[in-house]
């Protein structure tokens, strides 16, 4: 489990990328607090949502 904040302007979110990497589409869960700490706008969120959805992700 990851629980630092991403923080700075860039695009790289290390904590994300990691609990990312770790999930499997059989029964994990992943619990985000607000959908600001999956993306920096919408656009990227609902990018991250398909790309999870296409590898099998389900909510």
Do not use: I, Q
Not at 18 to 41: E, F, I, K
Not at 44 to 53: D, T
């Amino acid at each position: 489990m990851s629980t630092r904040p991403a923080r700075g302007l860039g695009s790289e979110r290390e904590g994300l990328a990691s609990a990312l990497s770790r999930l499997r589409p059989d029964g994990d869960v992943l619990y985000v607090a607000s959908l600001d700490r999956l993306g920096r706008t919408m656009h990227k969120v609902l990018a991250l949502v398909a790309e999870l959805r296409a590898t099998g992700f389900t909510w």
